[in-house]
């Protein structure tokens, strides 16, 4: 039996602001808090999300779906066993590029023999062509990769279309993972967002708690906290699913960064001595 010495990781999914980014940034924050190394393949132009955030372990490409992007896209793949782990984040409409090329390539043939594990992430709508397109990627993918099934209230806060149907069957016959992204509120939002335009630069949610020189609102600390910490919980119990073996096998579940810095106690201060 092979072991996966590599885990790529791709959303692959038409439809926009599903919560793909969010989601890839807290999994990145996760994997930096684990201690795991990492790359990332920033495709959004536009939102630039994962590569404002992390500058020193992403790369920004740039890609809108033309035909001309398959040789960028064909180069990410070649790198994938350059680290651990390689996250991508493709911006909308780039899935059947990026089906292309995986075919072209051969790819699933190539990640087999060198050990290589592929995880699918996807986002059930109730929108038929979501749906229609969550099939054609899964009936492409088949057995060949490990699905996670992301649920985000946020943007569907029911699935219906989703839920007992035939896809989500196939999904959980494949043995694909389920996680939920929890609902980050718009006080948390504005309040990073105002720390990032005063700090001119991307700040990642693990030091926007922990750096109290940054200066985040306490509140939203705490709530951002909480939000991290039942995110990394979950990442911890489907680590197999988004880690090579060997990191995945190392992963023991610790919280979200702290707030801050952690107090620190004189020795002896609040003792009698005198008695």
Same mark, same amino acid.
């Given at each position: 039996?092979?072991?996966?010495?590599?885990?790529?990781?791709?959303?692959?999914?038409?439809?926009?602001?599903?919560?793909?980014?969010?989601?890839?940034?807290?999994? #990145?924050?996760?994997?930096?808090?684990? *201690?795991? /190394?990492?790359?990332?393949?920033?495709?959004? *132009?536009?939102?630039?999300?994962?590569?404002?955030?992390? /500058?020193?372990?992403?790369?920004?490409?740039?890609?809108?779906?033309? #035909?001309?992007?398959?040789?960028?896209?064909?180069?990410?793949?070649?790198?994938?066993?350059?680290?651990?782990?390689?996250?991508?984040d493709p911006r909308a409409?780039?899935?059947?590029?990026?089906?292309?090329?995986?075919?072209?390539?051969?790819? %699933?043939?190539?990640?087999?023999?060198?050990?290589? *594990?592929?995880?699918?992430?996807?986002?059930?709508?109730d929108d038929l062509d979501v749906m229609t397109?969550?099939?054609?990627?899964?009936?492409?993918?088949?057995?060949?990769?490990? !699905?996670?099934?992301?649920?985000?209230?946020?943007?569907?806060?029911?699935?219906?279309? %989703?839920?007992?149907?035939?896809?989500?069957?196939?999904?959980?016959?494949?043995?694909?993972?389920?996680?939920?992204?929890?609902?980050?509120?718009?006080?948390?939002?504005?309040?990073?967002?105002?720390?990032?335009?005063?700090?001119?630069?991307?700040?990642? %949610?693990?030091?926007?708690?922990?750096?109290?020189?940054?200066?985040?609102?306490?509140?939203?600390?705490?709530?951002?906290?909480?939000?991290?910490?039942?995110?990394?919980?979950? !990442?911890?119990?489907?680590?197999?699913?988004?880690?090579? #073996?060997?990191?995945?096998?190392?992963?023991?579940?610790?919280?979200?960064?702290?707030?801050?810095?952690?107090?620190?106690?004189?020795?002896?201060?609040?003792?009698?001595?005198? #008695?």
């Amino acid at each position: 039996m092979k072991t996966t010495k590599h885990r790529l990781i791709l959303p692959m999914q038409a439809k926009g602001n599903v919560g793909k980014s969010i989601e890839t940034a807290a999994r #990145a924050c996760w994997l930096n808090q684990r *201690g795991i /190394p990492w790359q990332g393949f920033d495709l959004d *132009g536009d939102n630039r999300t994962l590569s404002r955030l992390f /500058p020193g372990q992403t790369k920004l490409v740039p890609l809108n779906g033309q #035909a001309e992007d398959l040789d960028e896209l064909i180069s990410i793949l070649r790198k994938t066993t350059a680290a651990p782990v390689t996250l991508v984040d493709p911006r909308a409409h780039l899935d059947g590029l990026i089906i292309k090329a995986l075919h072209a390539t051969h790819f %699933f043939e190539i990640a087999n023999t060198q050990n290589i *594990g592929i995880t699918v992430m996807v986002f059930p709508l109730d929108d038929l062509d979501v749906m229609t397109n969550l099939d054609a990627v899964c009936q492409f993918c088949g057995s060949q990769v490990e !699905y996670v099934i992301v649920r985000n209230p946020a943007r569907a806060a029911k699935t219906r279309m %989703f839920d007992g149907s035939e896809l989500e069957r196939e999904l959980l016959n494949l043995h694909a993972a389920t996680i939920k992204l929890p609902v980050l509120s718009e006080f948390v939002k504005l309040r990073l967002a105002k720390m990032e335009a005063d700090h001119q630069r991307g700040v990642p %949610f693990n030091e926007a708690i922990g750096n109290d020189s940054l200066g985040l609102d306490i509140m939203a600390r705490g709530v951002l906290q909480d939000w991290l910490g039942t995110l990394f919980a979950q !990442y911890d119990q489907i680590a197999a699913k988004v880690l090579p #073996a060997l990191e995945a096998a190392g992963i023991k579940p610790r919280n979200a960064p702290p707030i801050g810095e952690p107090a620190t106690a004189k020795r002896g201060a609040k003792a009698n001595l005198i #008695a």
